[in-house]
Structures are given as structure tokens and as C-alpha cells.
DNA sequence: GTTTATGATTCGAT
DNA sequence: ATCGAATCATAAAC
């Protein structure tokens, strides 16, 4: 039980170590029996520290640059600087060098996708240009609606990079505010150049996330203007007449097979003006439209059936086959082109 | 304003 | 991938 008076001194040394001054006073003052003489220790020590407050900034500039200039510094430091780095900062530095942030790849991709982050005004935003191309060459009256389109993302794009700037110049005037304090400090603190980089990634790292979330707004925004883009060119303009006719001919006079193949579907698209997808969903709303009342399309029918005999004959005329269609339906006649359920369409 | 026509989209089957 | 079928959404006709 000897062992008490010994750990309660020694928890006492260990309370004192930063004040060994005041310690070594209280040990001596406790073996006397003096207790005015204790006090008045106290109260000089008190005295002194009260004191520090009061030094001047100049007076604290000189004992801080007189540490600077001691020869003993440099060695200090770098022991001061190994030990810290040995203990704390270690175990921050195994949670470095994290992998690019997927999210933030996905938004640089759709962004640089859009022609909001890309390069000036250069080939323009290729959503824009698919826009275009799937609009079609029917309408010339969509033009409205793309500039419009195109002035919307521009206004976006603007407003993104003047706050990507604004981030980025603050992002840096933080930087080397911090920099420039922690190297001012590094004269008196054991602070690394390795130490100072890390704060550096970390600002960096801070501020990108709230780059991030201009990303992510900026992208919902292009988003909402590529929905109402997208839903401007649902807006159905029928095609023109022309289109119309050479896709009613092909069908009337494919009526036995009315499935254009891939090279035809490309050829009536040319002689459209509209893409290879819009002749596929004529064909396909024709079949079934067809088929679910075939008497309302009988009129329409004939036409075609006797414009494309007269052709024919037209052609055969002239001693050529070219404008034949592979599998007439009614070759050379008159008769209405009846429906039969033996065919492809049932 | 209602109805019809028509191009586009969606969904399940093949 | 392509089809039929149902459906949506709008243009055009009434």
C-alpha cells in the first residue's frame, strides 16, 4: 500500500509538467512550514503571467524573431515537424489521394456533352445538333425553336462559367491567404511544406465541392431546358405533301408486303426529307391503321393503286422496269386493291 | 369547343 | 432490333 503516496505524486508531476516553475515551488513551499512565504510565490507568478497579456506587439515581434535567428532553430523545427508528422498527420494521410469522384466525372462528362463546359462556340452543342437532325428537314419552322433553345443553353453556359470563375478566383485568394499565414507561421509553429500542401488539397478539395454543386445545378438546369426541348419537338408537324404521297405510294403499292427494308426505309427518307425512324413509325402507324378500317382507306387506296398502274404503264411504254415495284398488287388493273386476311397484315 | 387525323412514344412479344 | 398495339399529344378540320 506504499505504492499510493508515490502514483498521487507522480499524477501531480505529470499536472505540473507545463509549469515546472510553479511545481517545484509548491513542492518546496509544502516541506516548510511558511505559509505567507507560499503566497507571495504564487503571487508573483501570477504577476507574471498576467503580464505576458500585456507585452507589446513589438515586444513579442523581437522575442519571435530572436527564436528565429537561435542556431539550435532549423534542428527544432525538423524534430518538431518529424514528431507531429509521425503522430497525427499520419493518420490523415492514409485517407489521401481518394479516386476522381464519380459523380463529379458524370457531370463533366454531361456538361462537356451539352457544350455548357466545352470549347467557346466552336461545332456547338452536338444535343442541339441531334435535336436538329431528328427534328427533321420537315419543318423549316422549327428554326424558332432551336435558337431559342441555343440562346437558353448559351445563357446557362454564361452563367456557369462567371461562377465557376468567381469559385475558382476565391478558391485561390483563399489559397494563398492561407499559404502566406501558414508559411508566416511556419517561423514559430513546426509546420511542414508538406503540411502546407495538404491544407491546400483540403481548400481545394472544399471547394470543389462547391463546384460541384454549381455542376449539379447547372446540369439540372440544361436537363429542364432539354426536356421542354424535347417535349417543343413532340410538338407533331405533319409532314408535307409530297412526303406523304411517296410514302402512301410505297405502301399501296407494297400492300401485299408493306415492310420497307432497311435500304428502302433510307431511300424514302431521302425522297422525305425526314429521318430513316420517322419513315419507320409512318409505316408502322399506317399498317395498323390501315388494318383496323380498311374501308375508310379504300378510296385512298385506289388512287394510288391507279396512279401507280398508270405509271407503270408509263413506264413500260418506254421499255423499262425501273420504277416497278417489286411486288405489285394490282398490276395493270383497276380492281380496289381488297384486303385479304392471307396477307402479312392480320 | 369537339372531333378527327396523324406523328411520336411506350410496352410487351418475338 | 423490329413489330403490333395502345396511347399520348397536337395539328387540322368541323
Redesign the pocket.
Known sequence: MDDQPRLMHSSHGVGMAGHPGLAQHMQDSTGGADGEGRKQDIGDILQQIMTITDQSLDEAQARKHALNCHRMKPALFNVLCEIKEKTVLSIRGAQEEEPPDAQLMRLDNMLLAEGVSGPEKGGGSAAAAAAAA?A?G?GSDNSTEHSDYRAKLSQIRQIYHTELEKYEQACNEFTTHVMNLLREQSRTRPISPKEIERMVNIIHRKFSTIQMQLKQSTCEAVMILRSRF??A???????NKQ??EF?NEYFYSHLSN???S?EAKEELAKKCS??V??V??????????Y??NIG?FQEEANMYAARTAVSATNVSTHGSQANSPSTPNSAGGYSSPCYQSDR???
Open positions: 431528328a427533321g420537315g424535347l417535349d419537338r413532340r410538338k407533331r408537324r405533319n409532314f412526303a406523304t410514302l408493306p415492310y420497307p432497311e425526314i429521318t425512324s420517322q419507320s413509325n409512318w409505316f408502322g402507324n399506317k399498317r395498323i391503321r388494318k383496323k375508310k402479312r397484315i392480320q
